[in-house]
């Protein structure tokens, strides 16, 4: 019992971590695992606990998936007349949906309609390719490394094994795992910068309900820059006019403002180190500066805009260090992704 138990504690944690560390270019890996966690519930798994699954199956389900979003998105609050199709992909097209367009467009109104248009053979070894190419290996890519925890990865077979448990484990927690991947959908599509003259003011909104304002934000920059004498926090050079405000804390793991948990960084510095917690290195810094030498100095200046609790910032460090190293995360040390 305490080892499935285990095993069910691994999983979610390595969901976590396939979307905080995965890297995300398209859309693809979300519609894969996306696929996988449907395609778990849709069959009986075996007594050894190892599913198999042919890429067969994958392809047909990606299409599937994608099927609604190849039609174009009227915005209810943006442009009107301005719908369009949304873009799945930073710059190009993503490929699957060209593909579907002209399925659609050929006169399938759905999958089994699709199958038997005479562009199926051709879409379907299109997406095939596109599956093996891309998501089939980079969804198990973390912090740039291969990890193989749901299946092992060996070229050229028409199939996936998952692992043992690895499909109860989607059975189980199918509800959170398409959750997970629907939000990271939704939200790389409205990060495409074409994308948001068809959504309207989604990203703005979305910024207004659960955002820092900008305002608030200049303050903390001031401060932090005599606090830490024009330089970086993290690579120490000089700022030059080019600095950000950093939730040292990653916002997106605990949102909230706390005027302890901010630090200046370079604009390179703070984009690289994106929701990574930041090495233990840095976090000792970070109570040196911000909790210890500085902590009355950053209440008196920013208590008017953040909530400052020094104790409290502290708290939630220890608890986000704490998953962290449960889970095994990688810690974001300097630029150009490296991590410890
Ligand atoms: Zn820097």
């Known amino acids: 019992m305490e080892a499935l138990y285990k095993h069910q504690i691994d999983f979610i944690s390595y969901m976590q971590r396939l979307l905080q560390e995965g890297d995300f270019s398209s ?43 190849a039609k174009p998105f009227f915005s209810e609050t943006g442009p009107q007349q301005q719908g369009g199709i949304l873009l799945q992909n930073s710059g190009k097209q993503a490929k699957i949906i060209a593909d579907i367009c002209e399925l659609q467009r050929s006169g399938a109104n759905n999958l089994n309609q699709a199958k038997s248009s005479p562009l199926w053979p051709q879409i379907y070894r299109n997406t095939m390719r596109t599956l093996k190419e891309g998501p ?3 969804l198990q890519v973390l912090s740039k490394v291969e990890e193989c925890y749901l299946f092992l990865h060996i070229k050229n077979r028409p199939y996936i094994e998952l692992n043992t448990g690895i499909a ?23 990060k495409i910068q074409e994308n948001q003259q068809v959504i309207g003011r989604a990203g703005e909104l979305s910024d ?28 120490k050079k000089p700022l030059k006019g080019n600095a950000e405000v950093d939730h040292f804390i990653p916002f997106t793991k605990y949102n909230n403002d706390l005027g302890h948990n901010f630090v200046l960084a370079h604009k390179a510095c703070n984009n690289n180190k994106r929701d990574y917690l930041a090495a233990p290195e840095h976090k000792t810094k970070w109570q040196e500066q911000n909790l210890v ?17 020094a104790q409290r910032a502290s708290h939630v460090a220890d608890w986000a260090y704490h998953i962290a190293e449960k889970n095994g995360s990688k810690y974001w040390l300097a630029s150009k992704d490296v991590f410890v």
């Open 136 to 138: 089939l290996w980079r």
């Open 27 to 69: 859309t693809y890996k979300f519609a894969f695992l996306h696929a996988l966690a449907d395609i778990c519930i849709e069959k009986d798994v075996p007594n050894n606990g190892r599913l198999m699954i042919s890429l067969n199956e994958i392809v047909e389900k990606l299409i599937l998936l994608y099927w609604q979003h």
């Open 208 to 235: 207004f309900l659960f955002g820092t304002s900008r305002v608030s934000l200049k303050s903390a920059s001031n401060l932090l820059k005599d606090i830490q004498k024009g330089n970086c926090f993290y690579c």
């Open 293 to 309: 030498v500085n902590d009355k100095l950053i209440t008196n200046e920013l208590g008017t805009y953040f909530t400052c609790d």
């Open 168 to 190: 109860d484990c989607f059975r189980m927690f199918h509800d959170l795992v398409v959750q997970f991947s629907r939000q990271g959908w939704i939200e790389k599509v409205s």
